[in-house]
């Protein structure tokens, strides 16, 4: 795993560059292989961000990052949604896709990444909402999958489109009602996790931030395995408090809450290969 700092200042250049900068380049976590363990100890690649305050997107999104195994070799994907307003804020490279077309920029990017950095470890991560992921972006995201391409997919379900203000997803509970989706969903949340599982993911993990350390053990494996095996999937229930209209100090209470009800269900699937993979790195670990 390269463990480089591509973030560095110019000699002479030291005094003119922003504090901000020198403070990323001196306590940013690239090349240290830091995570949820360390948080508050470093300077991360997200401090700021214009999501609503509690959005349950903009905390997964923040340990998403921390959770990354190379920063500094990682490009991340995004799509129209909420969490593309957050991306401008992030030190991280990151490309900003049409809506719905982020696992087909993905792909190619990642191909051109091998062709470019011969025998270096780049990483190529989707971030996206549910919309995204699994109503209009689904057929690339699937033939992603079908094609092996090597790259994580990570969806940010808020259980709606909460962007353009509130309609129903595939990813919406059977019966909720939302601000344009009054009559109330007629059929439950589309099963992404399974449909990944048996479209050629080699590892899928359904987790949520209000278990941190949880969700930093999928988001590596996902990572990890992506790069020699294929594709990999994780799916973060994010709450949004905004369109579902609860208070935003309540966003874990929600998930929690989901949990018990049985309505969020956390689970992981993975190929015998990458059974052995995780076993390796688990052993690694000591
Ligand atoms: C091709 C295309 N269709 C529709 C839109 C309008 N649009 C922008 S964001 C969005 C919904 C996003 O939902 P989701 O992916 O769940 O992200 P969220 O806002 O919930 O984070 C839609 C329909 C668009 N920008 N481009
Ligand atoms: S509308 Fe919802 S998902 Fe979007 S930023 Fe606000 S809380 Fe987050
Ligand atoms: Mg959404």
Redesign the pocket.
Known sequence: MSKRNLCQISPGFEEIMPAEYRDLVERGPYGKGWGVAEMGSFKELIEEHPLCAGCG?ALSMRLILVSLPSPEDTVVVG??????LAFPQVALHNIHS???NQNAVASGLKRALALRFPGRVKDVVVI??????C??GLDSVLHSWFRGEKITTIM???E?????GG?E?G?TQRGTVLNMAPKGKKFGKVAVPEIARESGCVYVAVTSPAKPKNMEKAVRRAVLLARDLGPTYVQLLCP?PTNYKFKPNETLDRIRDQEKQGHFRPREYYTPEAEAFIRQLEEAKG
């Open positions: 997107l799509s129209t949604g909420c969490s593309a049409l809506f719905g996206a909402g549910d919309g995204a992921t109503d209009i940010l379900d808020n709606a489109y909460a962007n353009t309609q997803s990813m949004c």
